[in-house]
């Protein structure tokens, strides 16, 4: 059996509804099936944003109804062009009530995705299950995984090959309220629902062909990544690369289930393959993907016999814990320790993080290099294989970029540069030509 998600814009109005309903009927394992609220169509705004501008329009004491009009009216156009038999008129009105009387942000993020998921389950005639039943989180808002793989197992035992509309993005509190995910969060849901059924396949279908090799609006028209390991993913996405909810993969990884990213509206594109590691397959490829951020700032701590100090980096790691500050990278030499952050972690605290440094470390110096941009190069094709740096490194070389910082994994999936900011762009094309063309 297959788990299939549908975004926003595969969901945005008839039409493209319609193309949903043949792809789910082109396939009979396509059984299981999770929906966003209808996204973004020309001139009008997503779903889920609308819903969000309610609850703000009414915690500000107003009445939400001009904007809640548009909400329905996306809806009433969906029922009223595919012709479904189906009358949301009370159901909009008390979602539009509560939001009203001060339901809360969760509560009216949640209800395109209820609402999407009751009309597509009326039209092709599968059965609803309200993700509040089956997906719970404690009071304090933290997914419970398990409870929910409990009773999701339980909810689809023996209904599941009828098929089943579950919404995405939200589930419960135990006092019954809605909780949501982050932004996006119905990819997630996919994923927990191919977990709980074992699903030979999760299928999550957007508006793209999947991944590419680098972003698009740097080097024109990358090459597509066919298939990548959940590890790759990982590192390409940490690092900036869309498409997929981050937390998305947790629940299939866990179950060794791969995931097909598919664009709705190319069906008969075969899309990216997001597989476990022990899948993977030598294809030649030496880099699978690279990707990028900007704005991080490096503090380099350089003290003569660093090394033999004992505790030497727990205690300049306790000054950024201290401040709640988070590190993305600690490249390290016999005498120096550079941390790595990113400027909006640390805006407003350098000063007092450069203090506690130096009061805990007594160090020798301390130099602060900020506009740095983080580039990885991303590929399992790199273990082992000689040259990869050197080819790297000369490209950049020839593209006369300074690197100002190296970083490479053990596991030698990746290698980290860092180079100013403004280099970004001409770095990122510089390495996807030394390994593409
Ligand atoms: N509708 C929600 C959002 O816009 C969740 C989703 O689409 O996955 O973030």
Redesign the pocket.
């Known amino acids: 059996m297959l788990v299939c998600k549908f ?2 814009t595969s969901m945005a109005d008839a039409s493209s509804i319609s193309q949903v309903v043949s792809i789910i009927n082109a396939n009979p394992k396509r059984k299981i099936v999770v929906v ?2 209808p996204g973004k169509l020309k001139g009008q705004d ?1 779903v ?1 944003d609308l819903l969000i501008n309610c609850y703000k329009t009414a915690k500000e004491g107003n009445s939400c109804e001009e904007i809640f009009e548009k909400v329905k009216y996306r809806f009433q156009s969906i029922i009223d062009d595919l012709k479904i038999d189906i009358d949301l008129a009370k159901e909009l009105e008390n979602i539009r009530q509560a939001i009203d009387a001060g339901a809360g942000y969760d509560f009216a993020a949640s209800r ?2 209820y609402l999407m998921a009751l009309i597509l389950a009326k039209y092709l005639g599968f059965v609803f299950i309200d993700a509040k039943d089956i997906i719970k989180f404690t009071q304090d808002g933290v997914f419970e995984s398990e409870l929910t793989n409990d009773l999701t197992k339980a909810a689809l035992d023996g209904i599941a090959d009828k098929g089943v509309v579950v919404p ?2 939200y589930g419960s509190k135990p006092d019954g309220s809605i909780c949501v995910f982050s ?5 997630i849901t996919g994923a927990i629902l191919a977990r709980a059924i074992n699903a030979e396949l999760y299928e999550n279908w957007t508006d793209v062909n999947g991944f590419m090799m680098c972003d698009p609006r740097i080097v024109k028209n990358p090459k597509s990544i066919d298939c990548l390991t959940y590890k790759e993913l990982r590192e390409l996405s940490y690092m900036g690369a869309g498409v997929l909810h981050p937390e998305a993969i947790f629940p299939v990884r866990r179950a060794d289930i791969s995931i097909n990213i598919r664009n709705t509206f190319e069906p008969d594109n075969p899309g990216t393959m997001i597989v476990p590691s022990k899948e993977y397959r030598k294809n030649g490829r030496i880099v699978t993907g690279i990707a990028g951020k900007k704005n991080f700032t490096v503090i380099n701590i350089e003290k003569s016999m660093m090394n033999s100090e004992l505790g030497f980096a727990r205690r300049a790691l306790s000054v950024l814990e201290e401040h709640k500050i988070s590190i993305e990278h600690m490249p390290t030499g016999i005498d120096t320790l550079g941390l790595v952050i990113e400027n909006s972690n640390i805006e407003g605290k350098l000063d007092s993080v450069i203090a506690g440094l130096k009061a805990v470390l007594n160090p020798d110096h301390i130099e602060v290099l900020d506009d740095l941009a983080l580039i990885a190069t991303v590929g399992h094709g790199m273990i082992q294989r000689k040259g990869t740096a050197s080819k790297l490194f000369s490209a950049l070389y020839a593209a006369d970029i300074n690197v100002r910082l190296i970083d490479q994994g053990s596991s030698e999936l990746n290698i980290i540069i860092g180079v100013d900011n403004k280099d970004f762009e001409k770095s990122i094309e510089a390495i996807y030509h030394a390994f593409v063309d």
């Open positions: 975004g926003g966003s609220a997503k889920t395109g995705e995405g993005f932004r996006g969060g119905s990819d």
